[in-house]
């Protein structure tokens, strides 16, 4: 039996491994699963768990006040490499580009004990943005035995890099995910109730801002078209759940309290999440899971960053780079509200992330794969 230990500890990884885990639990007398969470997120990583119906074998549990990058960093190796101690895996998964990430890929190289990274490759080719996430994916790759890349760009990455060994295409878990999600949230009342507040009848556009590079002039830009939008078209309705950043918070606040046809509200959770996406007309956004899960609703994304490492969306026009010049969020916005071909052209558009169907290939090369 392969001992496979997955290791992940914000929202976005595990529900891009959540999939995974389900379809390796599919065959318990080949592999056997544990998991291990770092706890970077707490809160919004255990609703997610108990949406997905996952439980964890090991949590480091390593967040406290006031941590650094340094912090966590070093709290998340120690605490992996007594995980690492006592599980022994054949094979250590991590996802994408967190610190955690990082932190159990080179723990697992720390122990001799290969690694797989599930949605290798992706690149912004800026080092600093989004920051740490670009580097931390770059270490990432170096370390990882076998690569998991979710499109055929990815892997081009990834041979630019000389990694041209064990690299597999197999589209993102986060569509399979997604699929699974909306299938258990559409049709169920208590979700239309939890959104009570909004007009059905008016165009909704959901709203989604976190970034550190973002933070200060950005957000003040941002907030500014938001409220430019709202005021010249009346039939339209934002909903923003507002990241718990303090820089985030208090810009959103000043500017965007009180406006009509703005709601400012609590983060959400991923079901809520999921079904108000399925409800917008389309998303403006600065997250990356955003803009690989949308499309597959036949939402068009507006990206408020100046770059991005999943281009693939922006080439296949379900994703506009937009940055955050008041004037160009404006101006993609308005063009969707009032022009229908172009609205059509990227709802209808093709997403590049994959059909659902991610985590039965990967299971099937991790299950192929030599001790």
């Not at 990583?45 to 990058?69: A, C, G, H, W």
Request: glycine residues 6%; proline residues 5%; negative net charge.
């Amino acid at each position: 039996m392969k001992k496979l230990l997955f290791v992940f500890g914000t929202r976005p990884e595990a529900i891009k491994m959540a999939p995974l885990i389900h379809e390796c639990n599919k065959y318990p007398h080949e592999l056997e699963v544990k998991i291990c969470l770092t706890g970077q997120h707490r809160e919004m990583l255990q609703q997610v768990m108990d949406f997905f119906e996952i439980r964890s074998d090991y949590n480091i549990d390593l967040m406290k006040p006031n941590q650094t990058l340094f912090d966590i960093t070093a709290s998340a190796l120690k605490g992996i490499e007594n995980v690492l101690n006592d599980c022994n895996p054949d094979v250590v998964l991590v996802q994408g580009d967190t610190t955690t990430a990082f932190a159990g890929a080179l723990s697992a190289f720390y122990k001799q004990i290969k690694v797989a990274h599930v949605e290798a490759g992706l690149r912004s080719h800026n080092k600093y943005a989004p920051f740490p996430e670009e580097i931390n994916r770059k270490m990432t790759g170096v370390i990882t035995d076998f690569h998991f890349a979710p499109t055929p760009a990815a892997a081009h990455n990834l041979s630019l890099e000389n990694i041209r060994e064990n690299v597999f295409v197999t589209g993102n878990t986060v569509i399979d995910a997604l699929l699974w999600a909306v299938q258990k949230v559409r049709g169920d009342k208590k979700f239309e109730e939890n959104f009570r507040f909004l007009d059905f009848s008016k165009k909704i556009i959901l709203v989604t801002g976190h970034r550190r590079e973002n933070f200060g002039e950005p957000f003040e830009n941002i907030c500014d078209a938001l409220a430019y939008l709202c005021e010249t078209y009346k039939d339209i309705q934002i909903v923003y759940p507002v990241h718990l950043n303090p820089n985030v918070q208090e810009v959103v606040k000043r500017k965007l309290s009180g406006k009509q046809n703005i709601f400012l509200i609590a983060p959400l959770d991923y079901p809520n999440l999921v079904w108000l996406m399925d409800k917008s007309y389309f998303v403006i956004t600065d997250s990356g899971g955003i803009q690989e899960e949308a499309p597959s609703l036949g939402k068009p994304v507006l990206v408020m960053r100046d770059v991005t490492e999943r281009m693939e969306g922006v080439e296949a026009k379900t994703a506009m780079l937009v940055g955050t010049s008041k004037e160009k969020i404006i101006t993609e916005a308005s063009k969707l509200i009032d022009n229908m071909h172009a609205y059509e052209t990227m709802s209808k558009a093709v997403n590049p992330y994959g059909t659902g169907n991610s985590a039965a290939e990967i299971v099937t090369i991790l299950k192929s794969l030599e001790k």
